[in-house]
C-alpha cells in the first residue's frame, strides 16, 4: 500500500511539474506576421537561369512566382507583379564556382558571381 501511494505521488509530482502557467516567455511574441502586409516599393525579382536551366523553366517559375506572390500581396494588381518579376539572360555557371571535392557548384561562388554582376552593391 506504502508503495502504490508513493507511485502516485512521485507521477503526480512529475505531472504537475511538466505543468505551466501560461507566464512562460517563447521569444516570439512581438513578431506578428512573418510576412510584411505590402511588398517593398519597387522591388524587382530577376530570375537567371543557370546552367543547364532552360529559358523555358524560368518562364514556368515566373509565372508560379507570380500567382504566388499574388496570393501573399493580393492588394497588389497584378500586372504590377508581372511587371516586377522578370527572366533575364541564360548565362553558364563559372569553373570557378565548380566544389571540385563535392563535384558540386557552390551556392555561395554563384551568388557572389551575380552581385559583382550587378554592381557589387546591395540593393539591386
Do not use: T
Amino acid at each position: 500500500m506504502k508503495k502504490l501511494l508513493l507511485f502516485i505521488a512521485g507521477i503526480s509530482i512529475l505531472f504537475l511539474a511538466g505543468c505551466s502557467n501560461g507566464n512562460q516567455s517563447h521569444g516570439n511574441e512581438g513578431m506578428g506576421d512573418s510576412l510584411p502586409a505590402d511588398p517593398p516599393l519597387g522591388y524587382v525579382i530577376e530570375l537567371k537561369p543557370l546552367g543547364n536551366f532552360s529559358h523555358q523553366e524560368a518562364e514556368q517559375l515566373r509565372e508560379e512566382l507570380v500567382k504566388q506572390l499574388g496570393f501573399i500581396f493580393n492588394k497588389v494588381p497584378k500586372a504590377w507583379l508581372e511587371a516586377s518579376v522578370f527572366v533575364g539572360d541564360k548565362k553558364e555557371i563559372p569553373a570557378s564556382c565548380l566544389y571540385k571535392p563535392r563535384n558540386r557548384y557552390w551556392a555561395g561562388g554563384i551568388l557572389k558571381m551575380l552581385h559583382e554582376e550587378h554592381g557589387g552593391n546591395d540593393e539591386s
